[in-house]
């Protein structure tokens, strides 16, 4: 299964990426093949060489920290990850 990261020690700075995350697996009807995991260690977010939360991380590749990434680029990410799986 494959695993997307939200990385952010605080709940309410993670919130809207883990609901943007969520919406856009649902829009592609892709949820059962994503694990969603919240990490919230300081030093588990550093060790993605993250210094700016939220972070996103899909299959250990970050894909972006420090802000709200647009949705059509959330698609493009997780579409990518299916298409290299095929």
């Known amino acids: 299964m494959k695993c997307i990261k ?3 020690e605080s709940k309410s700075e993670c919130q809207p990426l883990h609901q943007l995350v ?3 697996l649902e829009r592609l009807e892709l949820e059962e093949s994503f694990e969603v995991k919240w990490v919230n260690d300081a030093n588990s977010i550093v060790s993605f060489g993250v210094m700016m939360t939220p972070g996103l991380v899909i299959n250990e590749d970050v894909k972006s920290c420090g802000y709200l990434p647009e949705r059509n680029d959330l698609r ?3 579409e990518s990850e299916i298409e290299v799986a095929r």
């Open 6 to 8: 939200i990385l952010g």
């Open 22 to 24: 969520v919406k856009e």
């Open 76 to 78: 493009r990410w997780i």
